[in-house]
């Protein structure tokens, strides 16, 4: 089971590169004075209406060209919420490896769920968002 | 407030939060979303995604350390997240509903009532030791639950056989849902599956939990992202703090007993679950 030991390397430094995002998106938020044409003020705030909901993967990449800070904060953000993702990806190859097929299915199948939590749910809460309100 | 201040006041507060988490095994997340919304006001959608995240951090780090000891059993950890994952897609968009009707003090009575209960479980695991019963079923065997690992206060190899799988995976989807709708990692609920529903010893299930929720807080992450919980420059500071945090917080652990520290923090928790409750119910 030496692939549990890559495996635990490769969550270490998941966590390492989206520490490095956030630090780096934090200050170039602080140096610009804000990010994505939005003042300092109105991201670093309690009301502030600026989230996760209204920025797309594209908007998003994109303004790591631009040194966008908001844009390396969701990088970050993204890489962490990976981390786990990718670990059942391995193990799902680490199963399979031992041939272990019960645990090959069942990692699978944790799999599908997480893709169903990216990318099918969003698509029917997206009417949603609107109604949500901030306390 | 300045933004300096108070971006240095999410990173204190992450930081405190990570660092009574790790001392006190609850984790992360059931601190900071208190700290957030009584003391900074911050809205709770925000403060739950904040934590949510954090809790993913948290899980990861600690990884290390579980796989060199072979504590955690990831067979019986993956086939408990089938229902934690499909539970916290539930919880977030229940969370979700819950906003959108404007029922905030509803997600603080359930978050004080869980806090509440998430403290009194944690006193008792302390005092039991070992494995003694043997208890297996079908779902031992087809499952293939079971393990084995190096006590290293007793010296020996132990092996163990878990039963009951059904009940574990019961208790999971309501681990995953609590998790998905207050923002937490539910740590505690996932022990008390696998301890009192499935017989595990408890070095196993404090690991394995901590394996999981990196995995279910993924799901409920990416729920939350799509619903607009995340808000970046919370987020951040949150999630840096409690890395360092709960770094700190596992050194100490290792070097020293911190059963006194330990009570202290039980007891601010206890307190601060309070005042969620209270807040729910309009009375502070």
């Known amino acids: 089971m030496d692939l549990e030991t890559d495996i635990s390397k490769a969550l270490r430094a998941g966590v390492a590169i989206c520490l490095a995002f956030l630090l780096v998106g934090t200050a170039l938020v602080f140096i610009n004075s804000g990010a994505d044409g939005y003042t300092i003020d109105q991201i670093v705030s309690n009301a502030s209406t600026i989230n996760s909901s209204g920025f797309s ?12 800070g908001l844009s390396f904060i969701f990088v970050g953000l993204m890489v962490l919420i990976a981390t786990p993702i990718i670990r059942v990806l391995m193990s799902i190859f680490a199963f399979a490896m031992e041939r272990n097929w019960l645990y090959t299915v069942i ?15 969003p698509q029917f809460i997206h009417g949603m968002i609107s109604t949500t309100r901030l306390p | ?24 095994g609850l984790g992360g997340g059931v601190i900071v979303i208190p700290a957030l919304t009584v003391l900074l006001g911050v809205p709770i959608q925000y403060a739950a995604g904040a934590s949510l995240i954090a809790t993913i951090a948290t899980s990861s780090g600690a990884a290390s350390a579980y796989v060199k000891d072979r504590l955690a059993n990831i067979k019986i950890g993956m086939s408990l997240e089938i229902a934690t994952t499909l539970g916290a897609i539930a919880g977030a968009l229940i969370a979700a509903a819950i906003y959108a009707k404007g029922l ?3 997600i603080f009575i359930i978050f004080g009532i869980v ?13 039991r030791s070992g494995w003694k019963k043997l208890n297996t079923d079908w779902t031992t065997k087809f499952f293939q639950l079971e393990g084995k690992y190096y006590d290293s206060s007793e010296r020996r190899t132990i092996r163990y056989f878990g039963y009951r799988w059904w009940l574990g995976e ?14 937490i990692g539910s740590g505690v609920l996932k022990v008390i599956g696998m301890d009192w529903g499935m017989k595990l010893p408890m070095k196993v299930t404090t690991s394995t939990s901590n394996f999981m929720i ?45 059963s006194k520290i330990r009570l202290f923090f039980m007891i601010i928790l206890a307190i601060a ?7 729910g119910l309009k009375v502070l």
């Open chain 2, 214 to 258: 990196g995995v279910t807080a993924a799901a409920g992450s990416s729920v939350y992202w799509a619903l607009g919980y995340i808000q970046p420059f919370i987020a951040a500071p949150t999630v840096i703090g409690i890395i360092v945090g709960s770094f700190a917080g596992s050194r100490i652990l290792n070097r020293s007993k911190v």
């Open chain 2, 115 to 127: 806090l509440l209960s998430s403290i009194l479980p944690t006193f008792m695991q302390y005092k």
């Open chain 2, 273 to 279: 679950a309070v005042e969620m409750i209270l807040r």
């Open chain 2, 170 to 183: 019961a208790v999971m989807a309501l681990a995953g849902i609590i998790s998905g709708l207050l923002g």
């Open chain 2, 1 to 24: 407030m300045s933004f300096l201040v108070y971006f240095m006041l999410l990173l204190v507060v992450g930081v405190a939060a990570g660092f009574v988490g790790s001392l006190s």
């Open chain 1, 107 to 121: 990692t699978i199948i944790v799999f599908i769920d997480l893709m169903v939590a990216i990318f099918v749910v």
């Open chain 2, 104 to 106: 905030f003090h509803i």
């Open chain 1, 57 to 68: 993967l594209v908007e998003i990449v994109s303004g790591l060209a631009r040194l966008d």
